[in-house]
T-cell receptor, first 114, second 114 residues
Framework: GENVEQHPSTLSVQEGDSAVIKCTYS??????FPWYKQELGKRPQLIID?????GEKKDQRIAVTLNKTAKHFSLHITETQPEDSAVYFC?????????????FGKGTHLIIQP | GAVVSQHPSWVICKSGTSVKIECRSL??????MFWYRQFPKQSLMLMAT?????????EQGVEKDKFLINHASLTLSTLTVTSAHPEDSSFYIC??????????FGDGTRLSIL
């Protein structure tokens, strides 16, 4: 089955700086890669996703890049703010996320230092 | 849009009790619903995939007789943890999707077995 590795497990950055979280996946059949933000005790919230026919996607301060050949994808957050502090999970799926369950990475605890 | 409601949010019960958790899609018809489990400070692990009107598909290592899943309609799936024991204590989260749309998560159920 699919295996998703996520690094780093903890990331501390100064407010205003950029944060980058990286994930790799093992199953070349995976073609959908969402990123979720989860605050303590709350539901994971989709912040951005990318499909395998696209190399990069951006939404305001958040961007995701995908390298299918190398089987890795990354989340980039620019101009970080205190409210960005949370645990971020990458995930992979063989479909658009609708028909197949998601395989999650272990998560990255992002800490924004004021 | 795409609201998923999960109930109850918190359950404490004695060992040996069975507990039912409901997952509802409020504003869309969910072709597929998924059940995940998340232990403290860990990632979400897919337990099973539930399609309306058919038997759930369980992930390897998940006991189908212990975690009963019923997907009676396009807006409701239930997970029953039968004869729960302390090791079943966890955060259980459902998600729902209509075909190829991204999965949307419920608020989760924190289950504590004494």
């Amino acid at each position: 089955g699919e295996n998703v590795e996520q690094h780093p497990s903890t990331l501390s950055v100064q407010e205003g700086d950029s944060a980058v979280i990286k994930c790799t996946y093992s199953d070349s059949a995976s073609n959908y890669f969402p990123w979720y933000k989860q605050e303590l005790g709350k539901r994971p919230q989709l912040i951005i996703d990318i499909r395998s026919n696209v190399g990069e996607k951006k939404d305001q301060r958040i961007a995701v890049t995908l390298n299918k050949t190398a089987k890795h994808f990354s989340l980039h957050i620019t101009e970080t703010q205190p409210e960005d502090s949370a645990v971020y999970f990458c995930a992979a799926s063989k479909s658009g996320g609708g028909a197949d369950g998601l395989t999650f990475g272990k998560g990255t605890h992002l800490i924004i230092q004021p | 849009g795409a609201v998923v409601s999960q109930h109850p949010s918190w359950v404490i019960c004695k060992s040996g009790t069975s507990v039912k958790i409901e997952c509802r899609s409020l504003d869309f018809q969910a072709t597929t619903m998924f059940w995940y489990r998340q232990f403290p400070k860990q990632s979400l692990m897919l337990m099973a995939t539930s399609n309306e009107g058919s038997k759930a598909t369980y992930e390897q290592g998940v006991e189908k007789d212990k975690f009963l899943i019923n997907h009676a309609s396009l807006t409701l799936s239930t997970l029953t943890v039968t004869s729960a024991h302390p090791e079943d204590s966890s955060f259980y989260i459902c998600s729902a999707s209509d075909n190829n749309q991204p999965q949307h998560f419920g608020d989760g159920t924190r289950l504590s077995i004494l």
